[in-house]
């Protein structure tokens, strides 16, 4: 007998409760493939109705998006800054489409309205999503893809980022940190060798916090995937050291089980879980190829909407999916609101953490004029601004708690190290509150990390390379602009053919402008100690995207002439007055960075001469006309610019440009600076055969 009503054997209350269990979760997961389903029905809708965007992604990890948003992530949408949120960062961002969908599903305030909008001018839709920002404030969005492997190794600083901050805030009474990075990545993102490098980073450093799925569909956009790929990657990722999982990703029992478990696993490994899919699945005509991957199922829209068993209305989202969610917003509230209580309790316990805190997250630091005074002179003995840097970012790290900075394996020449902060990571004599970060050769890898702990919302990042090898990393840079990440910056060093001895291969020449062509990206070039004070103290203070300093090797004359304050004061301005002319102005001479001190010597001997040292063109340019007219007169057009790089972009400014336009070679620095150009007796010669 088995418990039927009328036979000798009634249910114990124990198997009652079982079997009501069981009953729920049959529920369950019939709401979950409802729910995927239907987002499968946005996608195809959306992307129909735009003519474009990429639908293979969307239908086929719709069970994935289903148990993440329906059952697996801790989140709120009505506060999505909680600072104890999970974080989904979609790698693979050319799939938007399952973003969006599972995000209005979810209950995120993204009226059905912006669904529709897909890839329109001024919608909340955009192509690939966008982190918050001038142009875009989509909420859910954690972080901007659409360069493949770049979303993939930003999860790892996230992870990185909640590791320091559970390390640093969290006490025995009391966790306020404890939530988990997944991501979701396709074939691009590891073919890609980004993704190659934090993953290594990840695993020596135990992120056990980080969660990624990956979109196994055997295809990319050209051809199947066996035509260009034929490793086994879970065994790769088992030699990185992390834990790995190999699923059906359309069984929903199974991808539920998977993550929970990954969840659970506090082992200190990385979690990677290879979820087979079919890629447009539900699109007969097109799945399981490449075809797949783009718009060209838009023709089949309607047929595989019928065939899922989706009704004829567009953009169709049942009563009983949204039941669903609200309930999954209950489940989730009731957690916000206990980690709520507990965040109280440990605020009124520990006042002056929680005041650290609160300012990092709310970006609060002091202001520039107020840093820049309390920052003490920095000497007048000639110095390479490199080693200006190093001590000027000490006392950047004590006005500013939530300052860390790393370095491409180069700390000893980058001079970066904040003392006394420790070293971030797992072993040796690292913990997870240190301030330090070793990230290996590794500067794509390093880029994509920091921008992770920029996007997380805690700590201000900067990390550390020489200039020419930041091209290595200039994706990462573009996007940290595009994204407007005030939280990161760049220390290049070794900055010019002054690096000398080393080549051309380590000589920055058209490093430097290449950098000040990125959009909202600003560089500083400075002159002297004064200067890189000023540089390092726009770099935190910025709210408006990241900052590059562009450091040198070799040691500079400081401009003692000027008062340290003044030049302070000048640099954050992004040029200013650094020699007035003594008799009636007939010539400007432009310099920026180590050329500076060159400018100054030609100019000592002639009274008509101004010298305008010019640390940071875009900063200047925001300056109102006014001032740009004061240092910058336009009655005077016979105007000359130095700097050791290429010419170019300096013609904006100057008639004659003294520069490098070519490669440099190897020699003792003052050796190629002088064969090149870069003194103060050619600048003076060019000078004077100027009308």
């Not at 590791?163 to 074939?187: S, V």
């Not at 699945?281 to 718009?295: I, R």
């Not at 009731?334 to 605020?347: C, G, P, R």
């Not at 080549?503 to 020449?509: A, I």
Request: proline share 4%.
């Amino acid at each position: 007998m088995d418990g039927l009503p009328g036979s000798d054997y009634a249910l114990s209350p124990l198997s009652a409760t079982s079997l009501k269990s069981a009953a729920t979760e049959v529920d369950k997961m019939a709401a979950l493939a409802t729910a995927a389903n239907e987002a499968r029905g946005l996608a195809m809708d959306s992307i129909a109705a735009a003519h474009s965007g990429h639908m293979g992604l969307p239908l086929g990890c719709a069970e994935v998006g289903s148990v993440l948003y329906g059952s697996q992530m801790q989140y709120n949408p009505k506060d999505t800054q909680w600072i104890n949120r999970d974080r989904f960062i979609l790698s693979a961002g050319h799939g938007s489409m399952f973003l969006y969908s599972w995000l209005n599903i979810a209950g995120f305030d993204l009226p059905m309205e912006e669904v529709k909008n897909f890839r329109q001018h001024h919608s909340m839709t955009p192509g690939h999503p966008e982190f918050p920002n001038s142009e875009h404030n989509t909420p859910g969005i954690e972080c901007t893809t659409g360069p493949l492997g770049a979303g993939v190794s930003n999860a790892v600083g996230f992870a990185v980022s909640e590791k320091m901050a559970a390390a640093r805030y969290n006490t025995d009474d009391h966790k306020i940190f404890d939530h988990h990075i997944f991501a979701l990545a396709g074939d691009g993102c590891f073919q890609e060798g980004v993704s190659a490098e934090a993953a290594q980073f990840a695993a020596h450093e135990k992120l056990d916090n980080l969660i990624v799925l990956y979109d196994s569909n055997e295809v990319t956009l050209d051809k199947m995937a066996e035509y260009t790929q034929s490793e086994d990657i879970i065994k790769r990722y088992q030699a990185y050291g992390w834990e790995t999982y190999e699923i059906d990703g359309h069984d929903l029992n199974v991808v539920e089980e998977t993550i929970a478990a990954a969840k659970a696993s506090n082992n200190g490994k990385p979690k990677f879980i290879k979820c087979n899919t079919v890629i447009g699945k539900g699109m007969e005509e097109t799945e399981g190829t490449n075809a797949a991957h783009g718009e060209a199922g838009v023709p089949y829209v309607d047929k595989a909407r019928k065939n899922i068993g989706l009704p004829e209305e567009k953009w169709f989202v049942s009563d009983s999916t949204r039941e669903y969610f609200d309930g999954v917003q209950e489940k989730n509230k009731k957690i916000y609101d206990d980690w709520q209580a507990t965040y109280s309790a440990w605020k009124e316990a520990n006042p002056a953490m929680a005041t650290e805190l609160e300012n990092a997250v709310n970006d609060v630091v002091p202001s520039a004029d107020a840093m820049i005074k309390s920052i003490p002179e920095m000497g007048s003995d000639p110095e390479a601004t490199r080693v200006s840097g190093f001590k000027v970012i000490q006392e950047i790290a004590k006005a500013v708690p939530n300052y860390i900075s790393g370095s491409a394996d180069l700390h000893g020449s980058t001079r970066n190290y904040i003392n006394d902060g420790g070293n971030f990571g797992a072993g040796f004599d690292k913990s997870y509150a240190g301030k330090n970060l070793y990230f290996g050769i590794r500067e794509h890898g390093m880029g994509a990390i920091l921008n992770g702990i920029a996007y997380h919302g805690i700590f201000k990042a900067s990390g550390s390379t020489f200039a020419v090898f930041v091209d290595y990393m200039r994706p990462t840079i573009r996007v940290a602009s595009l994204a407007e990440l005030n939280r990161v910056s760049y220390i290049l060093t070794h900055d010019s053919i002054g690096v000398g001895e080393d080549g051309p291969t380590h000589q920055p020449v058209e490093t430097v402008a290449g950098l000040r062509v990125i959009p909202n990206l600003d560089v500083y070039r400075p002159a002297d100690a004064e200067e890189t004070v000023a540089a390092y103290v726009s770099s935190v203070t910025r709210k408006e995207g990241p900052t590059a300093l562009i450091l040198s090797r070799q040691n500079l004359d400081q401009n003692t002439a000027m008062p340290a304050m003044e030049r302070r004061e000048g640099a954050l301005k992004g040029a200013y007055i650094a020699k007035k002319e003594s008799g009636d102005l007939d010539t400007i001479i432009i310099a920026t960075g180590s050329e500076v001190q060159h400018a100054l010597k030609a100019a000592a001997d002639m009274p008509g001469a101004r010298v305008v040292s010019m640390p940071c063109v875009e900063a200047f340019e925001r300056q109102s006309d006014d001032y740009k007219e004061s240092v910058l007169p336009s009655s005077c057009t016979k105007r000359i610019a130095m700097e050791a790089g290429v010419t170019g972009p300096w013609y904006k400014y100057a008639s004659k440009v003294v520069g490098v336009d070519r490669f440099g070679f190897s020699a003792p620095g003052d050796i190629v600076m002088k064969e090149l150009g870069m003194s103060a007796e050619n600048l003076a010669a060019e000078i004077a055969t100027m009308n």
